[in-house]
């Protein structure tokens, strides 16, 4: 498969390259700077990420290129840009005033096949600390900006080319272009990489490594794990065992819903009530992270005990998706773990079962598109994501029973009230979060100290940036209003304003 390889020295905007580079139905992975995989036929180009590092910082990540720059084409980055000048001889100083935010391209160099379909005066995105203040020789400029002479270069002889600005953001008005020039001028990628192609070749691939091996698939009743299940259902058939797992996490009347919702899917769909098992293990436990290690520990033991009733099950299957492996990768510097994720690092070694993640490669609305590609539900397709760890982690602090059922009716008001006010669709995540603190208030006559929730909803194409929901004002008002007089022990209600970065989605 034709693949352009992003090596990411840490940009935020890494995983925008990506998305940018996939729209234009080219397949691309991502990989850490000093963690270069084995460049293969298959990889037709490589771009650079740009860093939050100077290239002047003895701590600054150092790519060794040289096992690709002149063989194939290289496309640098802002800190990418600054990198291959820097070991080339030019000068890379730190900027007198920091380059950020909208700039005007004064100059284009049209003749150049990266640049072709750029006008001039167009914007760009500027985001550094360095500037580029001399080239080596070899090297010419593609495109400047008022401030910015060496905006763009391509070294001579070379399908190398680099841009100081950042064309995968949506400030940059013609940065699709740029990226499509390069993948299908420069790199002659074909674009095939579609939801037809995706499905064709998964359902291949599965059946290659499959075989006639029984597998069993936990499902969430959101579309990661549905999509999972219908792709292998189409490959393997009644080989397939669905395990549907009520870990006592889930929203108010999720479990019985979601079993409905499987009906007449032809899958085989087991639902296991294991809320005690969770229970216990999240007894006490406060830290994020442990409660996380912990859930992801207990489906484990659950899927290892529901295992033991299929036999010639080899295989574990799982929903896992290109943002839960990114983000639980970790280098030195850059694409530092933001949280661990319960489905991906692989399993135990006392665990018999392989892992097969059919959807690993793919991001959240990639997801969505293979769905409607094999006619899955559009009420399913448009489920809003849930994590893994369920309101474990929308509970701050400890987990008991009792908060989880304060926290169910609370996010059972919000989510029912989004869709009533014909929200829903226009919010990519929305739930509600229990804090570990109580607030003085009054009802009737009467002092009040009780419980606080925090509602978030989120705007996301495929939660690796996102945005807080402008909600209306009468319908928070709305909400807060049933909240505090349906959900005993609940007396306040906040709304979230922040964006993603610098916080996340999720509170833990």
Request: aromatic fraction near 8%.
């Given at each position: 498969?034709q ?11 890494t ?15 991502i ?17 650079l ?38 070991i ?29 379909g ?31 002479k060496?905006a763009?270069?391509?070294i ?50 599965l ?14 009743g ?11 259902n ?8 669905c ?66 009733k ?12 290109y ?13 530092q ?5 319960h489905?991906?690092?692989g ?52 987990v ?52 606080v929730?925090?509602?978030?909803a ?38 979230d304003?922040?964006s ?7 509170w833990?």
């Amino acid at each position: 498969m034709q693949t352009i390889l992003i090596l990411d020295h840490g940009s935020q905007y890494t995983q925008l390259i990506a998305r940018k580079i996939r729209e234009a139905n080219v397949y691309c992975e991502i990989h850490p700077y000093n963690k270069i995989p084995e460049i293969t036929e298959d990889v037709k180009g490589v771009i650079l990420s740009g860093s939050p590092y100077s290239v002047t910082d003895p701590e600054a990540p150092r790519t060794d290129i040289s096992g690709f720059k002149g063989k194939l084409p290289v496309l640098g980055i802002c800190y990418g840009a600054q990198y291959m000048v820097n070991i080339s001889g030019g000068n890379v100083e730190k900027s007198k005033i920091r380059e950020y935010g909208r700039a005007r391209l004064e100059k284009v160099d049209s003749s150049c096949i990266l640049m072709k379909g750029v006008e001039e005066n167009s914007q760009v995105w500027m985001s550094h600390g360095d500037t580029i203040l001399s080239l080596p020789e070899n090297f010419e400029i593609i495109c400047s900006t008022h401030d910015v002479k060496n905006a763009g270069y391509k070294i001579k002889g070379e399908e190398t080319y680099a841009i100081q600005f950042h064309p995968e953001v949506h400030h940059s008005e013609f940065g699709s272009q740029i990226l499509r020039n390069f993948v299908q001028e420069i790199c002659h990628c074909d674009c095939s990489w579609t939801p037809k192609s995706f499905v064709e070749t998964t359902i291949k691939d599965l059946r290659e490594k499959l075989g006639d091996d029984e597998v069993i698939l936990g499902l969430s009743g959101g579309v990661d794990s549905s999509v999972a299940a219908v792709l292998l259902n189409m490959a393997i058939g009644k080989n397939l065992h669905c395990i549907f797992v009520d870990n006592g996490l889930l929203r108010k009347n999720e479990f019985e819903d979601v079993l409905e919702s499987y009906k007449g899917m032809g899958l085989n769909v087991v639902g296991v009530n294991a809320r005690e098992d969770f229970y216990s293990v999240l007894a006490g436990v406060t830290d994020p992270e442990k409660k996380r290690k912990a859930i992801g520990a207990k489906f484990i033991d659950v899927f290892d005990r529901e295992s033991a009733k299929f036999s010639n099950a080899k295989w574990l299957a799982q929903g896992t998706i290109y943002p839960d492996v990114i983000e639980s990768s970790s280098v030195k510097g850059p694409s530092q773990t933001i949280k661990s994720h319960h489905n991906v690092g692989g399993l135990p070694d006392y665990m018999k079962l392989k892992v097969v993640e059919p959807l690993r490669l793919l991001f959240k609305d990639e997801v969505r598109r293979v769905g409607k590609e094999i006619g899955l539900k559009d009420e399913l397709i448009s489920r809003h994501p849930f994590p893994g760890p369920g309101l474990a982690i929308r509970i701050l602090g400890d987990v008991t029973e009792e908060k989880v059922k304060i926290l169910q009716e609370v996010d059972h008001i919000f989510i029912s009230g989004l869709r009533e006010y014909g929200l829903y669709n226009k919010v990519w995540q929305a739930g509600a979060i229990l804090l570990p603190i109580q607030s003085v208030g009054v009802m009737g006559d009467e002092r009040t100290y009780e419980r606080v929730v925090a509602l978030r909803a989120v705007e996301s194409v495929d939660g690796m940036t996102a945005d807080w929901c402008h909600l209306p004002y009468e319908f928070l008002a709305d909400i807060s209003n049933k909240i505090i007089n349906q959900v005993k022990g609940v007396n306040r209600v906040c709304y979230d304003i922040s964006s993603k970065p610098p916080a996340t989605i999720e509170w833990e």
